[in-house]
């Protein structure tokens, strides 16, 4: 069954700090890995995405990193901002000609950023 | 571009009500897709349309939900009749095309609260 579980489910950091969150898949065949950031009241916006080749992607303060064989993606946070408090939801995306099924989410991780 | 656009923002209503959501995608889009979020069972798309076309509706959970896509401007879900454990937040996205390196572009939700 393709799953992908994140962790930890929630997390408190002091502003300025770094942190990193984490995603597990099983998700298979792989086609790529998305982390969109979802603010409150809000839908997710997508920060970065990764294909099977890639091992790294950044945007601005947040990279990405993604381990193909041991199906694992890591998510950066660098020298947090209060505006960073947000949920994290890893994507995972099957390759398959079927739009609907080919997502697969995380269970996201909350982040709060306290100043 | 405006993005996704969704209507209303938030609903509460009473039980055995019928509520309509309402979903205008990105122009030029292909794909539409409905979500609904949950704290306990995250994101979990319900139907997806590809020009204007119902293609999978396995994740609609029950006759009660209906969706249609009169055109490629304009979408709607429709519960009838509501019931409480309907209370999430309704996403709207579009895509597109099929091709799974396309990102998925959410609007900004509708909570619904059904008393």
């Known amino acids: 069954k393709n799953q992908v579980e994140q962790s930890p489910q929630s997390l408190i950091i002091l502003e300025g700090k770094n942190c990193t969150l984490q995603c597990n898949y099983t998700v298979s065949p792989f086609s790529n890995l998305r982390w969109y950031k979802q603010d409150t009241g809000r839908g997710p916006v997508s920060l970065t995405i990764?294909?099977?080749?890639?091992n790294t992607k950044s945007n601005g303060r947040y990279t990405a990193t993604l381990d193909a064989d041991t199906k694992q993606s890591s998510l950066h946070i660098t020298a947090s901002q209060l505006s960073d408090s947000a949920s994290y939801i890893c994507v995972v995306s099957l390759l398959t000609f079927n739009a609907g099924n080919m997502l697969t989410f995380g269970g996201g991780t909350r982040l709060m950023v306290k100043p | 571009d405006a993005g996704v656009i969704q209507s209303p923002r938030h609903e509460v209503t009473e039980m055995g009500q019928e509520v309509t959501l309402r979903c205008k995608p990105i122009s030029g889009h292909d794909y539409l897709f409905w979500y609904r979020q949950t704290m306990m069972r995250g994101l979990e798309l319900l139907i997806y349309?590809?020009?204007?076309?119902?293609?999978?509706d396995s994740g609609m959970p029950e006759d009660r939900f209906s969706a249609k896509m009169p055109n490629a401007s304009f979408s709607t879900l429709k519960i009838q009749p509501s019931e409480p454990r309907d209370s999430a937040v309704y996403f709207c996205a579009s895509s597109p095309d099929r091709d799974p390196y396309n990102e998925q572009f959410f609007g900004p939700g509708t909570r619904l609260t059904v008393l």
């Open positions: 349309f590809n020009n204007n076309v119902p293609i999978d």
């Open positions: 990764m294909t099977f080749s890639e």
